[in-house]
């Protein structure tokens, strides 16, 4: 059984940083990618980063967000730098096995519960 559970979200100040991690269970971790995605009230999730032998970053959060992995670990990290409040969002992490569409929500197979992230003006 997947279980993906994030931690360390919380209240920010803009200008702030933050990182949130997830661990990982069940899978292979180090033969898949990890993916970060997050979702603000009313909009559609969008992804934000994601990890494999390489990362990719959403346009929106390149150069602030850098997304990192201990594979002995089964983590992955996301640092958030100079936060925003347009930052603000639940911060999902993912696992595709297949790795085929890193970017979209679709293809992921396994997703956490989310943990929010709020950032005051």
């Known amino acids: 059984q997947v279980q993906l559970v994030e931690s360390g979200g919380g209240l920010v100040q803009a200008g702030g940083s933050l990182s949130v991690s997830c661990v990982a269970s069940?899978?292979?971790?180090?033969?898949?990618?990890m993916g970060w995605f997050r979702q603000a009230p009313g909009k559609e999730r969008e992804f934000v980063a994601a990890?494999?032998?390489?990362?990719y970053y959403g346009d929106s959060v390149k150069g602030r967000f850098t997304i990192s992995r201990d594979n002995a670990k089964n983590t992955v990290w996301l640092q958030i730098d100079n936060l925003k409040p347009e930052d603000t969002a639940v911060y999902y992490c993912?696992?595709?096995?297949?790795?085929?569409?890193?970017?979209?929500?679709?293809?992921?197979?396994?997703w956490g519960q989310g943990t929010q992230v709020t950032v005051s003006s």
């Open positions: 069940g899978v292979t971790f180090s033969s898949v990618t």
């Open positions: 990890i494999n032998w390489r990362t």
């Open positions: 993912a696992v595709t096995i297949l790795g085929r569409e890193v970017t979209a929500p679709g293809g992921y197979d396994y």
